[in-house]
Antibody, heavy 122, light 108 residues
Framework: EVQLVESGGGLVQSGGSLRLSCAAS????????MSWVRQAPGKGLECVAA????????FYADSVKGRFTISRDNSKNTLYLQMNSLRAEDTALYYC???????????????WGQGTLVTVPS | EIVMTQSPATLSVSPGEGATLSCRAS??????LAWYQQKPGRAPRLLIY???TRATGIPARFSGSGSGKEFTLTISSLQSEDFAVYYC??????????FGQGTKVEIK
């Protein structure tokens, strides 16, 4: 059974930093690209970052480019999102998701974690 | 960047009735279209991929159709657990794999 368990969310002041983690199990972690998808309160879904199975290729939404860094440790089956220079508009539930392919490419989000909440007061 | 537009924003349906949700892409996405269901306080769940293939464990009352720019999610005979928000997402032109804004299916 695929499981994705996020952690690391919390309340952080504007301009602060936070690192999210996602522990994966139930599949060969290094064989799949992974992404972080966020959902602001009462809003829709936005993929903010994605990473290939090897970690060699990444994608960032314009809204987070230069501030967020996605990474992975395949030896620990763990995905990360380093979030710097946080803003009020980054307040959201952050979901860890699994792709269906190893590269950052055409893929839907096959499995989702339960999410971790990041709150940046305005 | 492709824009995904869903309609209606809210759909009021009585239990046991059917529901038809629409998703339109600003340019063709072939059949690279997925649908997700999100219940309150829960993570989204994959329902349909490839425009019409049900994901593992998804009941047959959920069906998807369409290609190119126009897509439909049909729920036949709504059950109480089907009242939720539904999102479409294209993965033909990437990144960034945009989602539609969602359709809320509520009890009439």
């Amino acid at each position: 059974e695929v499981q994705l368990v996020e952690s690391g969310g919390g309340l952080v002041q504007s301009g602060g930093s936070l690192r999210l983690s996602c522990a994966a199990s139930g599949f060969t972690f290094s064989s799949y690209a992974m992404s972080w998808v966020r959902q602001a309160p009462g809003k829709g879904l936005e993929c903010v970052a994605a990473i290939s199975g090897s970690g060699g290729s990444t994608f960032y939404a314009d809204s987070v480019k230069g501030r967020f860094t996605i990474s992975r440790d395949n030896s620990k089956n763990t995905l990360y999102l380093q979030m710097n220079s946080l803003r009020a508009e980054d307040t959201a539930l952050y979901y860890c998701t699994k792709a269906i392919v190893v590269v950052v490419a055409a893929s839907y989000f096959e499995y989702w974690g339960q999410g971790t909440l990041v709150t940046v007061p305005s | 960047e492709i824009v995904m537009t869903q309609s209606p924003a809210t759909l009021s349906v009585s239990p046991g009735e059917g529901a038809t949700l629409s998703c339109r892409a600003s340019q063709s996405v072939s059949r690279n279209l997925a649908w997700y269901q999100q219940k309150p306080g829960r993570a989204p769940r994959l329902l349909i991929y490839g425009a019409s293939t049900r994901a593992t464990g998804i009941p047959a009352r959920f069906s998807g159709s369409g290609s190119g720019k126009e897509f439909t999610l049909t729920i036949s005979s709504l059950q109480s657990e089907d009242f939720a928000v539904y999102y479409c997402q294209q993965y033909n032109n990437w990144p960034p794999w945009p989602f539609g804004q969602g359709t809320k299916v509520e009890i009439k």
